[in-house]
């Protein structure tokens, strides 16, 4: 017994001496990896629509971190980060065709992207004075995914002004910016390091990063919109009746975007699918290592 505790106390004093404390601040860039499918893109015409998937991850982007550690030897430690992404614009749709029912086109452009806090907690291994390897949980603190729209198309000019010419037509300008919010998320990150020693405290540290997450949708909530027809601002309530009254080839088109203009939209009720946004992703980190001796 009296042994056993010899060791305890023994092992306890070596790691307090050896143990060292450390912060670190770094930035780097993201490629989109695991990608899934984020949206359609669709090319209309009279003899039939072309669809084709549009796949990617709003993890790609530019990304900054702030870490504290503790080591307890000159191996072992813990790791504890908080980072923000700027994610890079992802293509979530895509209309563009010819006249179809009389309406002589539509451009669609939506797009969305990665504005998120996250943090992590890692183990990290020393396999040689300079090379590493970290590994551990990471969660989203908060943050959003924007998603931006642009819309451009022709509509007969009776869905504004019953007077008008049958064959008239006038523009429609739509923009509109949503916010989608996500449920509480858990994934894997990983990293490959090497330090770069300046003196004893200081060091230089470059990383490729691995992160595997997913967050599934929420809400979301409409911050921006803006319409005209015709050079006539409307609201959307009006754009909603001018839509409704279209041929049913045109109104199937601006269905999926017609969630995305509401106040606040609960995804996976209803008819609203609740898919899950990829972020996972793969890239390089550079930053600076303080360490108190």
């Not at 396999?127 to 451009?152: N, P």
């Not at 041929?247 to 609960?266: G, V, W, Y």
């Amino acid at each position: 017994m009296k042994k056993t505790i010899l060791a305890i106390i023994l092992f306890a004093t070596t790691a307090t001496v050896s143990a060292q404390f450390y912060i670190s601040a770094g930035s780097g860039y993201s490629f989109g990896t695991g990608k899934k499918v984020l949206g359609i893109e669709r090319i209309l015409s009279p003899s039939g629509n072309t669809i084709k998937t549009l796949k990617g991850s709003y993890g790609e982007g530019v990304h900054t971190q702030l870490k504290g550690g503790y080591f307890f030897n000159k191996k072992f430690g813990v790791e504890l980060g908080v980072g923000y992404l700027h994610g890079t614009n992802q293509d979530v749709q895509k209309i563009s065709g010819s006249e179809i029912a009389g309406v002589p086109g539509i451009t669609a452009n939506i797009k969305a992207r990665g504005r998120a806090f996250g943090a992590s907690l890692a183990g990290i291994y020393n396999i040689t004075k300079g090379l590493y390897v970290r590994a551990g949980l990471l969660t989203k603190l908060g943050g959003k995914t924007e998603v931006i729209g642009t819309v451009r198309s022709k509509l007969p000019a009776r869905l504004v002004n019953p007077n008008a010419p049958a064959t008239m037509l006038v523009d429609l300008d739509l923009d509109f910016t949503t916010d989608f919010q996500g449920k509480f998320p858990l994934g894997f990150s990983g990293a490959v390091g090497y330090k770069f020693p300046i003196d004893d405290n200081l060091s230089l540290y470059a990383e490729i990063d691995y992160m595997n997450i997913n967050v599934t949708r929420d809400t979301s909530k409409l911050r921006e919109f803006s319409a005209n027809i015709g050079g006539q601002k409307i609201t959307r309530d009006q754009l909603k009746g001018a839509l409704a009254n279209l041929p049913a080839e045109n109104r199937a088109t601006f269905s999926k975007m017609l969630p995305l203009l509401e106040d606040e939209s609960k995804w996976g009720e209803g008819d609203l699918p609740s898919s899950k946004a990829p972020y996972s992703s793969i890239g390089f980190s550079f930053g600076v290592t303080y360490s108190f001796n």
